[in-house]
């Protein structure tokens, strides 16, 4: 009698251990794939960290969703990397002073509405500057190592700038 009780006792041990490591299992894929999300529509699956401002993890967030499908439009079109080359998405009001970015910045949180792609030659930037245009772009920053691409229709459309700010762009795709 004392066996059949332990047999039904190391079962429940067995069923119970079996249970928790699918749960831990199951809760590590979800935090390892949180990051990711789908544009089913669109077969877009993007790595939002990678937009995070660097004072606030998780912040990549909230990057606009049209931006992010005219990336992946912008990396089919030139075969780049875009989304491995994203200096900087989202920024906190603290990190944006910290770089010098405008009071205004289409970069800031909550918007989210701009990113900067580092170009490692003048041949990569200005292929980026005509591509995004091609794509839907219609505000380009042009510096010497980025890309400025952003989507804030409450700003003058169809413009393109330099750095430092009220330089002429060194390609301007909108003449």
Not at 30 to 49: C, E, P
Not at 93 to 105: L, T
Not at 146 to 167: I, N
Request: net charge positive.
């Amino acid at each position: 009698m004392a066996l059949k009780n332990n047999r039904h006792i190391y079962i429940g041990l067995g069923t119970m251990a079996l249970l928790m490591g699918g749960a831990f299992w199951a809760f590590r894929l979800s935090k390892s794939s949180s990051k990711f999300r789908t544009y089913k529509h669109k077969g877009i699956a993007v790595d939002f960290s990678v937009f995070d401002s660097p004072d606030i993890p998780g912040s990549g967030n909230c990057m606009d969703r049209r931006l992010i499908v005219m990336l992946h439009n912008l990396s089919v079109k030139t075969n780049y990397p875009i989304f491995s080359w994203i200096n900087s998405g989202a920024r906190s009001d603290a990190h944006n002073r910290k770089v010098g970015g405008a009071r205004n910045s289409s970069h800031k949180m909550p918007a989210c509405k701009a990113v900067d792609i580092r170009a490692s030659s003048r041949t990569i930037r200005n292929k980026l500057v005509l591509a995004a245009r091609d794509v839907g772009f219609k505000r380009i920053g042009v510096g010497n190592t980025f890309v400025h691409l952003d989507v804030d229709e409450g700003k003058s459309q169809y413009v393109a700038w330099g750095y430092p700010s009220g330089t002429a762009a060194a390609v301007n795709p909108f003449v």
